[in-house]
T-cell receptor, first 110, second 114 residues
Framework: EDQVTQSPEALRLQEGESSSLSCSYT??????LFWYRQDPGKGPEFLFT???AGEEKEKERLKATLTKKESFLHITAPKPEDSATYLC???????????FGTGTRLQVTL | ETGVTQTPRHLVMGMTNKKSLKCEQH?????MYWYKQSAKKPLELMFV???????ENNSVPSRFSPECPNSSHLFLHLHTLQPEDSALYLC?????????????FGPGTRLTVL
């Protein structure tokens, strides 16, 4: 059974203070690792898909990386508007389902 | 806006009521999904439809009954729910059910069962 563990559960940063969120996973045959952002009262918003170890993707202040056991979401010089819950999910084999982690709740203060 | 809409946004119902949640996608996708999101728990996949055919039922109790009349619309019919069914119900869609297709989510329906 696929498993996804995200850490930390919550993170508080000051504006401009860079950090990384972790998503460790256990799957049999990774077919894709997905990062989503979720704001309070809204559905998850797609950010990135990573397929193989060594792959990296960037979007504004966010950069996602992937190893064989873990993915990181690096946040460079965050701003208050980056405050949200960041969700990681994996898909394995021929399964249609995404297995999600519980998320990291990020708060960026001035 | 992701192109996936859900109504109602909030719903309060008693355990003996019958209600329905509606999802509509304007993305031209062929796969639609229902997820349940409870506090402190990961999103749980409930049902998957691909080209209007149900392809996955993730051991969901029969008090939840999905309906997919076409590729753009998805319903979740609710009856005799329990208080522990209170949660955020999310609808998502993707091009097809495949490993490289991102899923796009609606804003969810916040359900409270009294």
């Amino acid at each position: 059974e696929d498993q996804v563990t995200q850490s930390p559960e919550a993170l508080r940063l000051q504006e401009g203070e860079s950090s990384s969120l972790s998503c460790s996973y256990t799957v049999s045959g990774l077919r894709g690792l997905f990062w989503y952002r979720q704001d309070p009262g809204k559905g998850p918003e797609f950010l990135f898909t990573l397929y193989s170890a060594g792959e990296e993707k960037e979007k504004e202040r966010l950069k996602a990386t992937l190893t064989k056991k873990e993915s990181f979401l690096h946040i460079t010089a965050p701003k208050p508007e980056d405050s949200a819950t960041y969700l990681c999910a994996v898909r394995s084999g021929t399964a249609s389902k995404l297995t999600f982690g519980t998320g990291t709740r990020l708060q960026v203060t001035l | 806006e992701t192109g996936v809409t859900q109504t109602p946004r909030h719903l309060v119902m008693g355990m003996t009521n019958k209600k329905s949640l509606k999802c509509e996608q304007h993305l031209g996708h062929n796969a639609m999904y229902w997820y349940k999101q409870s506090a402190k728990k990961p999103l749980e996949l409930m049902f998957v439809y691909n080209f209007k055919e149900q392809t996955e039922n993730n051991s969901v109790p029969s008090r939840f009954s999905p309906e997919c009349p076409n590729s753009s619309h998805l319903f979740l019919h609710l009856h005799t729910l329990q208080p522990e069914d209170s949660a955020l119900y999310l609808c998502a869609s993707s091009q097809v059910v495949a490993s490289n297709n991102e899923q796009f989510f609606g804003p969810g329906t916040r359900l409270t069962v009294l």
